[in-house]
């Protein structure tokens, strides 16, 4: 897989992080939001760990990072951009 640049990333992980969580929902439809749209839609703890996990193994191949590098900038992601965690 060809490396991408940072925005790139980004919105392969919104993307993803909604495909995880059963949305309908992509990065276009929220890229030009200016509101805390993360906050509209939810997720699982499980849900939430496995597109944790998919990140990080995306994140350490896109900027060759070692497993820890890549669990800390995932976590990153995770806390500024992640959906809220549903209490089941």
């Known amino acids: 897989m060809a490396r991408l640049d940072k925005r790139q990333i980004a919105v392969v992980l919104i993307d993803k992080m909604f495909e995880f969580a059963g949305h309908e929902v992509r990065f276009k439809d929220v890229e030009d939001r200016r509101d805390e749209w993360y906050y509209d839609w939810t997720m699982t703890e499980e849900q939430n760990k496995e ?38």
Do not use: C, P, S, V
Not at 64 to 88: C, H, P, S, V, W
């Open 51 to 88: 597109w944790r996990d998919w990140g990080t193994k995306f994140i350490k191949t896109q900027f060759r990072l070692n497993e820890k590098q890549a669990a800390a900038e995932m976590g990153l992601f995770d806390l500024n951009y992640g959906l809220k965690i549903k209490n089941t």
